[in-house]
């Protein structure tokens, strides 16, 4: 089983910034990606940013030029961080990781999500 944990959400006012971490343990084979996605309340969960193995960035447009997705591969570890937020940023924030368990089937593993609520 592989567990993935969050932290770093919280209250932030416009403008302001605030980074996320996620950090896998257990058993997995193989680790193709790992990023960040967004939820809010009706809406279905959408992808913020990840990082492949080569190390290949993929962001949301509506990030581009204020987050920043970083993984260590060697640690199973992804960062998110956030600048310039805006309210519409506001979301409940998933750690995401995809790869192959030890059986050789691709899953996918979710972390338990982190609140960010960006207000005045």
């Known amino acids: 089983q592989v567990h993935l944990v969050e932290s770093g959400g919280g209250l932030v006012q416009p403008g302001g910034s605030l980074k996320l971490s996620c950090a896998a343990s257990?058993?997995?084979?193989?680790?193709?990606?790992m990023g960040w996605y967004r939820q809010t309340p009706g809406k279905q969960r959408d992808l913020v940013g990840d990082?492949?193995?080569?190390?290949?960035?993929t962001m949301d447009d509506s990030v581009i030029g204020r987050f920043t997705v970083s993984r260590d591969h060697a640690k199973n570890t992804v960062e998110l961080q956030m600048n310039r937020l805006k309210p519409e940023d506001s979301a409940v924030y998933y750690c995401?990781?995809?790869?192959?368990?030890?059986?050789?089937?691709?899953?996918?593993?979710w972390g338990q999500g982190t609140q960010v609520t960006v207000s005045s």
């Open positions: 990082v492949d193995n080569n190390g290949r960035r």
């Open positions: 257990g058993s997995i084979s193989t680790v193709y990606f």
């Open positions: 995401k990781l995809e790869g192959l368990d030890m059986n050789g089937i691709r899953r996918d593993y």
